[in-house]
Each structure stands twice: as structure tokens, then as C-alpha cells.
């Protein structure tokens, strides 16, 4: 799957995710498909023509000219406003993609893999999780998904309802359900050490979200005795 010109395409269909962010689906003639945790470049033109170019994560995988993005608003942001509020079914705008062979996941890798999002990182990987669900792989999957507040967390339905396929363990910065009996704050090597897959197991990391986050989290991981060169990042904002 590679990288060709400007697609036009078309948005179908929108639905929000949270308070913040919505899920966009687009129809895109001529895309050649993409890997569990690849992204794209969008780009909206105006009126007058000024040009405007944004980077996302895609939530779908595989081949089809059907596109999912999770988009997250970005306060004071060009894209991503328009995308959250005002967007609609019917609207264009323009892909170019898929983008990215190494924060992706093969279903015919080897051993366990460790998920951990930030925010709105889980985006590339919910592709993965969906891709390991409708795959033949028996690679077990955990996911370490970290938020502000429950209404912060984007596909949460989805996630809730991974089942047996991706083991599932939420993180909360700020403020916890009802009845959480865990702490609330930052991602610590506390947190890692006791909700992550052990150094020793040797899993294929991805950790994705803001770029705070996940230098953090990879310099945790490191230190808890992670290979550097199995933790993949993929990282956004200042």
C-alpha cells in the first residue's frame, strides 16, 4: 500500500465520540486501502483558495475506499474545528495515503503486543485491535488507554467491548468513574509495571498519543527494561 496523489473524497457519514471529537467516515474513490496504524494527510481548500494540510490516524483497516478517522478538536486549530463542528455528510475535502510502515501492526507477527494511548492516540490503535480481532492471528493483545475523564475516551463502547480479544486496563489523569478503585494521575512506571505485559515477555509495543505522553511513557518503559527497539511511537503536538 502506498503513498500516490491528492484523492477528492467526500465525507459520508459523522457521529460524535466525545464532548471534543467525532468519528468521520469518508468515501474516498481511488484509495488503495492501508495497514492497521497507518495515517493519512487531509487537506481542505476555502473559498478563496487558501489551503490548509493536517496528518490522522485512521481507524480503518485494509483494503476499500472507505476511510474512518477519529478526529480529536485542537483548541485554536485550523482542521480540526471545522472537522469536530461543523463538518457534514456530503462535504469535500482531499487524502493523500496511506502514510507509515512503521507504526503498524502485521497479523503475522510473532508474540504479544502492548497497546498504550494517550488521548486521542487510541485512534491507530483501535485499526490494530480491529485488525486482530477479524485476523487468524493468536497473538494476545493488551491495551493501557489513558484519559483525562471517562467522557474523554474516544470509542469507549467499542472498547469496553473488546472481550477476550484485547485485554483492557483504563488510566484516568484528572478525575475517575464512580466506584474506581485505582489511582488518578499521570502514567507512571508504577502504573506500566503493574498493567502492562512484563519486559521478559518481549512484547511489540505501540504507544501513541500527545508528544509529552508518550516520550514519557517510552522512557518509562525503557527503564523498566523494555528493548528500545521493540517500543514503536507515534506522537502529535508540541
Excluded at 472537522?83 to 503498524?104: I, T
Excluded at 485512534?123 to 477479524?134: E, H, I, N, S
Excluded at 497473538?139 to 467499542?158: G, H, K, N, Q
Aim: charged share 20%; net charge negative.
Amino acid at each position: 500500500m502506498t503513498v500516490g496523489s491528492w484523492l477528492p473524497a467526500r465525507i459520508e457519514a459523522v457521529e460524535p465520540s466525545t464532548p471534543t471529537a467525532r468519528v468521520l467516515r469518508l468515501n474516498a474513490p481511488g484509495w488503495p486501502g492501508n495497514l492497521p496504524g497507518q495515517h493519512l494527510d487531509l487537506r481542505l481548500t476555502a473559498e478563496d483558495g487558501y489551503q490548509a494540510v493536517r496528518s490522522y490516524s485512521i481507524a480503518s483497516y485494509g483494503p476499500g475506499e472507505q476511510i474512518e478517522l477519529g478526529v480529536d478538536e485542537v483548541p485554536d486549530g485550523e482542521v480540526s474545528p471545522y472537522l469536530v463542528s461543523d463538518a457534514a455528510p456530503g462535504d469535500a475535502l482531499e487524502v493523500k495515503g496511506p502514510l507509515g510502515a512503521y507504526f503498524v501492526w502485521h497479523e503475522d507477527a510473532p508474540g504479544p503486543v502492548q497497546l498504550i494511548a494517550g488521548g486521542s492516540g487510541i485512534v491507530p490503535l483501535v485499526a490494530m485491535a480491529r485488525a486482530r480481532a477479524k485476523s487468524a492471528s493468536a497473538a494476545p493483545f493488551r491495551l493501557l488507554y489513558s484519559v483525562r475523564r471517562p467522557e474523554d475516551a474516544m470509542y469507549r463502547d467499542e472498547i469496553d467491548g473488546f472481550g477476550a480479544n484485547v485485554d483492557v486496563t483504563w488510566a484516568y489523569t484528572r478525575e475517575a468513574p464512580s466506584g474506581w478503585s485505582g489511582t488518578v494521575g499521570r502514567v507512571t512506571s508504577a502504573v506500566l509495571a503493574s498493567s502492562t505485559w512484563a519486559p521478559e515477555v518481549m512484547p511489540a509495543v505501540f504507544v501513541c498519543g500527545p508528544t509529552g505522553f508518550v516520550e514519557a511513557v517510552a522512557t518509562a518503559l525503557v527503564g523498566l527494561g523494555h528493548d528500545p527497539a521493540r517500543v514503536r511511537t507515534e506522537r502529535f503536538g508540541g
